[in-house]
């Protein structure tokens, strides 16, 4: 019986090469289910250390956006558990069987956040569990921390924001959006300290994280995810951001065109 999905995207030949390099443990009871935009490259060219795995299902696909790519292994997910995935990280088998447990221990909750291994940025320490709904002052998620259970966030009709990630209109924040709407729809989010997950390169948001885009894209996201308090969080922010007068205009330029932006693709 599969109990556990890991839900990778990948995008164009260098992406599914890049999955099939890497030490994906095979365990029973878990299962890998990658969601290829193959763009120029051959459908059927599947290297041949994927094609070989039982455990892996791999579905082609000629769609564009990371959140389109998303939102379709969320449609193929199965099993009780999934973990979303990219193709740059990598489990150990004592990860998987952590992700398991850590829904087994805690039975109410619908989706977990963990901690990945790599580069990032600061986040706030904290022991024990995490009540998503109030999380501390510097907790952040990134994509790769996030598992759910997928029967229920699509018996809420949740699904990734097709406007944000890699190839859309704004090009980041779609799990910053994913989680805030299983929050908001009543299910229960909670955070543990547990790390599961080997990301051995940047995030996208180190990569980016003072480019006009990126300040457009998180000024988008705010007004999503606070839209009475996103006036107060953009003050903060620029405030943070650089002490030079110019670049502070640069800031909050860019995002309140996110907001504007974001605005006009609603109507």
Partial sequence: ???????????GRKGI??????????????????SWQYADADPADIPSALLDRRDFRILPTSTRGLSVNRNLTLKAATAPIAMISDDDVYYTPDNLRDIIKAFDDNPDADCITF????????????????????????????????????????????????????????PSGEEEIFLHDIIASGLKAIGLPTVVVIHPGDTTAMRT???????????????????????????????????????????????????????????
Avoid at 24 to 29: A, I, L, T, V, Y
Avoid at 141 to 160: K, T, Y
Avoid at 221 to 245: A, C, G, N, Q
């Fill in 1 to 11: 019986m599969t109990r556990l999905q890991i839900l990778i995207t990948a995008f």
């Fill in 17 to 34: 090469e890049s999955i099939a390099s890497l030490p994906h443990p095979e365990m029973e009871g878990v299962e890998y289910i990658v």
């Fill in 115 to 170: 901690r990945y291994q790599g580069p990032g940025y600061p986040q706030a320490d904290f022991t024990g569990s995490l009540d998503l709904r109030r999380p501390p002052k510097g907790w952040s998620v990134v994509s790769c921390e996030i598992a759910f259970r997928p029967a229920h966030v699509r018996q809420r009709g949740i699904r990734f924001n097709e406007l944000f990630g890699i190839g859309a209109e704004f």
């Fill in 209 to 267: 994280g003072s480019t006009d885009t990126f300040i457009r894209t998180k000024g988008a996201v705010f007004s999503i995810l606070h839209p009475l308090t996103w006036p107060l969080r953009l003050l903060t922010h620029t405030l943070r951001f650089s002490d030079d007068f110019s670049e502070r205009r640069r800031y909050i330029r860019a995002w309140l065109r996110g907001v504007k932006d974001y605005r006009n693709f609603r109507k």
